[in-house]
């Protein structure tokens, strides 16, 4: 679905998910890491990608359905979270 989307705006599965969050509220800002200095210019432009607000809400929805689960950090990390 990230990668039809993409495609349609002639962008990066990368530069859609950026966009997404960027989308989500004026405090929320997301920091991509990279190895690679191209990179470093997709993820800019990922914030010329406009989404409507019907591609916001899709992109919500799918991220609901797919889910998030585990930790972000190995035990020992996350030992240093809301500390």
Do not use: C
Not at 35 to 48: C, G
Request: hydrophobic share 50%.
């Amino acid at each position: 679905h990230v990668a039809q989307l993409a495609a349609a705006k002639d962008a990066t599965a990368g530069q859609i998910a950026l966009a997404w969050l960027l989308a989500q509220q004026p405090w929320i800002v997301p920091i991509p890491g990279t190895r690679r200095t191209t990179r470093i210019a997709e993820n800019a432009a990922s914030t010329a990608v406009a989404l409507s607000a019907d591609e916001v809400a899709d992109l919500t929805a799918l991220a609901t359905r797919i889910g998030v689960s585990g930790d972000r950090y190995n035990p020992q990390q996350m030992a240093f979270v809301d500390r």
